[in-house]
């Protein structure tokens, strides 16, 4: 992976850090290690993020499978943002239902 690509995974990363942490989660930082050791895009979120920015191309099951491999079951997500866009998140759908739920007070 060159610096460029590097420098732009980077970026995606503390964006999403940024996100978290305006939602109140104060404690989510990057990690480091990602790359070389795998695991967790960030440490301490409520889920385990896969971050992908891109310009065009989503890889998009190659990236599914990246980030429902990061951990066992469904507590995993996948950040994605197209240049000059917006961040999208996907999520297992039994864990997208469950917060609607409780979104909805059930």
């Known amino acids: 992976m060159g610096a460029t690509s590097r420098n732009k995974g980077a970026r995606g990363e503390l964006e999403v850090q940024a996100l978290y942490r305006s939602a109140g ?25 896969e971050v992908k920015r891109t310009k065009a191309n989503v890889r998009f099951w190659e990236w599914i499978s990246q980030a429902s491999g ?20 996907t999520l297992p759908a039994a864990r997208y239902l469950d917060l609607l739920k409780k979104e909805a007070g059930q």
């Open 70 to 89: 990061a951990t066992p079951g469904d507590r995993w997500s996948l950040w994605i943002r197209r240049d000059h866009g917006t961040w999208l998140v």
């Open 25 to 49: 989660f104060l404690d989510v930082h990057r990690n480091f290690a990602s790359g070389a050791a795998g695991g967790a895009d960030l440490t301490n979120a409520p889920d385990v993020p």
